[in-house]
């Protein structure tokens, strides 16, 4: 199940509304290149919302309200400094209203919905007949009752009505390692995914494998590209595509400092001392 006109339209909505804030550094020698920014859509890197040596220290601000059906509220704070930078989200929701998302996600998020307000409590005798109905991808993923009631445990009394919120998320890359911290995660109303933690283990998953062909959100995902090392807070994709990355940190190479263009004078003879006496003279 692919999502790509909803990616696109998305981008198109969001474009040129990633906060784009700097900051810098002191000179010296032995200096490491840092960035950072806040939110980036559609896929693509973000541009440096911070970066060490250019820029303020730190800065902050509001998502802007253009970002739509996508994400709302939120305030997010990046800083850059030598070989270290941070990015912080708070008080984010994503995918704010069911009505606004992509019309696949939207119905397979309501038959999985259907599909557990149908599953009794404990294991029945017609629960395979309730597993059966759900559709394609879905139906082939979530093939046991079994997998259907771990599902629904994850996904808990969530409404459905947005993808997920999330209190805080702070990220930290220090050199070529990196932290993710989260607080209060919220996925689809419930608060069952995500317990809060000030060390959240690379490549975790927020939802269940099930649902990854309609939807996935991944925490700490790091990755290192020649002497860049970073690390991505939180990353959504709809449909097996990329929309977008929150909070998102790279500590990179040491600074590169231009040679002096003076050269060192060649070293002169010392002058020569008089001496005195007589020579013989010949007729």
């Known amino acids: 199940m692919r999502l790509t006109s909803f990616t696109a339209a998305a981008v198109a909505v969001m474009a040129g509304s990633a906060l784009l804030v700097a900051a810098p550094g002191a000179s010296g020698d032995h200096q490491s290149s840092s960035s950072a920014y806040g939110l980036s859509l559609g896929g693509t890197p973000g541009q440096p919302a911070a970066k060490f040596p250019e820029g303020p220290g730190e800065a902050g601000e509001k998502l802007p309200a253009e970002l739509g059906p996508l994400a709302a509220g939120g305030a997010l704070t990046v800083t850059a400094e030598d070989d270290h930078a941070t990015a912080k989200v708070t008080d984010l929701t994503l995918g704010n209203g069911l009505a606004q998302l992509p019309q696949e996600l939207r119905a397979g998020l309501q038959q999985i919905q259907t599909a557990c307000e149908e599953l ?28 259907l009631r771990e599902l629904c445990s994850v996904l808990g009394e969530g409404t459905f009505t947005e993808l997920a919120s999330v209190d805080e998320l702070h990220v930290d890359c220090n050199d070529k390692t990196g ?3 989260v607080s209060d995660v919220s996925v689809f109303g419930s608060t069952t995914a995500v317990n809060a933690t000030d060390n959240v283990g690379r490549d975790t998953p927020v939802l269940p494998a099930e649902l990854a ?10 990755a290192t590209e020649g002497e860049n090392f970073t690390v991505d807070g939180l990353v959504l994709e709809l449909g097996g ?7 998102s940190t790279t500590c990179g190479g040491p600074i590169a400092h231009p040679a002096s263009d003076s050269s060192p004078e060649a070293p002169t003879a010392p002058a020569p001392t008089p001496q005195r006496g007589s020579a013989p003279v010949t007729g």
């Open 241 to 247: 595509e990329e929309v977008a990355v929150l909070a």
């Open 179 to 181: 932290t993710v911290a």
């Open 120 to 147: 009794p409590a404990e294991p029945a005798d017609g629960d395979q007949e309730i597993v059966d109905q759900l559709p394609g991808e879905l139906g082939e993923l979530i093939d046991t009752p079994g997998n």
């Open 213 to 222: 062909p309609l939807i996935k959100i991944t925490l700490n995902r790091q």
